[in-house]
Structure formats: structure tokens, C-alpha cells
T-cell receptor, first 115, second 110 residues
């Protein structure tokens, strides 16, 4: 069975500072990895995903994540945050197993940007 | 516009009553999911379905039931056996590489 660990439940960051949100996963088979963002009282929106190929994936709003197979990690980074980045961020994993479409989420990291 | 619609947005239930949350999608996705979200616990999987007329229990299925009679619809019933049903419920459908979420239903037991 797969699992996801987000070690930081809350991360406060000053505006225009860099940020890293950590995600580690556990799986005995190959995986797909995702980062989702949630604004208050809304559903989740896909931020970026790793399926195969380049281990560094980027979103349109400046976030990037790097798949590290040896460390089983998929940390999310942004070099300079903005007030509008304040939200909760969820890491998710899905195994590459036809017939098993289970999608497992971490407990989330609340990112707070300080003006 | 294609997407997932959850209704109602807010729902109040008296203790001992069953209540059904609606989830409809027009994305032609085979896989659909129900998650429960509580503060500090992230999203926990209740049930998922990979095809019509078939579904699997997730990690916290006790006190819940689902049906999948149509590809577009995956309703969730919160039964009286669920001891702590107050939560934010999210429905999702999934293509090969991405899950799409509805806007959620906030259920409160009064």
C-alpha cells in the first residue's frame, strides 16, 4: 500500500522569500506524484504532476517540484512567494497498477505568507 | 463546461438520520472518489469506483455507502452508523493523469 508524509503542517514565510514544502512517499511499485492546492472552502486544484520523464516539473505560477526516487521525495519549491500563494497544499501519490486507481493524499501543509 | 458538481454546498442533519450527498461529472471519467476532510487530517478516502456497478472501500468506509449505477454519478450516503459525520466532503473524478475535484459539501450534524 502507498502512503504520503507531509512533515510540516504549517509553514509561515515572508513575502518574496523562498519556500520549500516537503513530501515523502512510500510505495513498493512505481508511482505518479501530484501537488494540489486548496483555497478556503473550495475543492482541490492540480498544481503540478510527475508521471515520467524529467524529474523536475513546473507549474505556470512559479512552483516546481523534483522527483527523487532514491529519497522517495517530491518536495515543492518556489523561489519567491506572493501573498496570493497563501493556501493549503497537498501532496498525493498513485501507483502505476492497472486496476488499482487508489489516490492517496498527505495531511497537508498550510502555507501562510507574511507581508 | 466540463467538471464535477457537488450538491448541496451546505447540509445539516439531525442525529440518527441518513443523508445523501450528490456528485455528478460530465468529464467521461471512469474513476470517481469520495474523500472526507477534517482539520489537520488531510483527505481520507471513503470509497472509490473504477467502473460502473463496481466500487471499493477506502480507508474509512464504515458508516458510509455508495452506488455507481451511471458513469456520471457517484452519490455518497452518510448513515446513522457514522458516529462523527460532521466534516467537509470532496468528490473527485480521474483521468489517466489528473484528478478533478468538486467544490465540496460541508455536512454538519445538529
Amino acid at each position: 500500500a502507498q502512503s504520503v508524509t507531509q512533515l510540516d503542517s504549517q509553514v509561515p514565510v515572508f513575502e518574496e522569500a523562498p519556500v520549500e514544502l516537503r513530501c515523502n512517499y512510500s510505495s513498493s511499485v512505481s508511482v505518479y506524484l501530484f501537488w494540489y492546492v486548496q483555497y478556503p472552502n473550495q475543492g482541490l486544484q492540480l498544481l503540478l504532476k510527475y508521471l515520467s520523464g524529467s524529474t523536475l516539473v513546473e507549474s505556470i505560477n512559479g512552483f516546481e517540484a523534483e522527483f527523487n526516487k532514491s529519497q522517495t521525495s517530491f518536495h515543492l519549491r518556489k523561489p519567491s512567494v506572493h501573498i496570493s500563494d497563501t493556501a493549503e497544499y497537498f501532496c498525493a501519490v498513485s501507483v502505476l497498477d492497472f486496476g488499482n486507481e487508489k489516490l492517496t493524499f498527505g495531511t497537508g501543509t498550510r502555507l501562510t505568507i507574511i507581508p | 463546461d466540463g467538471g464535477i458538481t457537488q450538491s448541496p454546498k451546505y447540509l445539516f442533519r439531525k442525529e440518527g438520520q441518513n443523508v445523501t450527498l450528490s456528485c455528478e461529472q460530465n468529464l467521461n471519467h471512469d474513476a470517481m472518489y469520495w474523500y472526507r476532510q477534517d482539520p489537520g487530517q488531510g483527505l481520507r478516502l471513503i470509497y472509490y469506483s473504477q467502473i460502473v456497478n463496481d466500487f471499493q472501500k477506502g480507508d474509512i468506509a464504515e458508516g458510509y455507502s455508495v452506488s455507481r449505477e451511471k458513469k456520471e454519478s457517484f452519490p455518497l450516503t452518510v448513515t446513522s452508523a457514522q458516529k462523527n459525520p460532521t466534516a467537509f466532503y470532496l468528490c473527485a473524478s480521474r483521468s489517466y493523469a489528473e484528478a478533478f475535484f468538486g467544490q465540496g459539501t460541508r455536512l454538519t450534524v445538529v
